[in-house]
């Protein structure tokens, strides 16, 4: 994690701290799925191969140009799943501060990525993509502000600053037509990128010290770190110099007040 995101993320743990003593806390569980709108998996490119037969013997001395295109979060894995706890605590009757755990996961996801041309057979080949599990941890602080003076149903705005580790991330790419498979890819590094967003949300009282909330928000999360040590060597080294991306997570939260 760069100094920046390492800053950022202190401060943010640092802000349930300063009010800790203020109050007793609530706890809070965490379920939801998280949609994103914007952000590529990878980027488009086009690199020519004068020689297919180190990936398949049967091809040497075909030539291919790989005509790879950018695709999105959305196309390849879809929505994701969250789970968390969070701690918050009073600052007074209508505002709080929270520190957050949280933990978001998809399945691997697969789709066309793209095609390779053989002028051999003045024809394109479909090159697919399987990417592996998107599995993130976010640890974020945050301010929560209620509208209202109480009673049971609580509507609030809330704003979030802190970090998230994204596991590693391998592909496998198939060109069914040619016989050729690379397996097990290095794609994108594990690492710290920094994250935050914004929530708009409804808390409901079940009892005195039970509460159901259900919310809404917009969430950034900053550039992975691309591993190119496999893809150098066939010309698409830069592909993964990206993997930000922004989402719109949907969760429901069942706050407990001690």
């Known amino acids: 994690m760069n100094r920046t995101s390492a800053a950022l993320l202190t401060l943010a743990l640092a802000l349930p701290a300063t009010a800790m003593a203020q109050s007793a806390p609530s706890f809070s569980l965490i379920a939801g799925y998280d949609t994103s709108v914007s952000g590529d998996v990878h980027k488009g490119a086009i690199a020519p191969i004068a020689d297919l037969g180190p990936l398949n013997p049967a091809l040497a001395g075909v030539s291919a ?40 996961r998809t399945g691997a996801g697969s789709t066309q990525v793209g095609g390779a041309f053989v002028p051999a057979l003045e024809s394109t080949l479909p090159v697919y993509g399987r990417f592996g599990a998107y599995k ?44 050729i498979a690379l397996n097990d890819v290095p794609f994108f590094k594990s690492g710290w990128q920094l994250s935050g967003g914004a929530d708009l949300g409804v808390l409901w009282a079940l009892s005195g010290n039970t509460s159901l909330g259900l919310e809404v928000g917009a969430r ?17 080294a830069g592909i993964n110099n990206t993997g930000k991306r922004t989402s719109y997570p949907v969760n429901l939260r069942l706050q407990m007040r001690f």
């Open 65 to 104: 140009e790989l005509q790879i295109g950018a695709r999105s979060y959305d196309r390849i894995y879809g929505k994701a799943t969250h789970l968390g706890v969070e701690m918050a605590w009073p600052m007074g009757n209508s505002d709080e501060v929270f520190g957050q755990l949280l933990y978001t």
């Open 136 to 179: 993130a941890l976010a640890l974020e602080g945050g301010y929560r502000y209620y509208f209202g003076s109480g009673g049971s149903v609580r509507p609030y705005i809330a704003g979030r600053l802190g970090a998230t580790h994204v596991n590693n991330i391998k592909a496998t790419f198939t060109i069914p037509d040619a016989n």
């Open 220 to 236: 950034y999360h900053g550039n992975l770190s691309g591993d190119d040590s496999a893809l150098a060597g066939l010309g698409l």
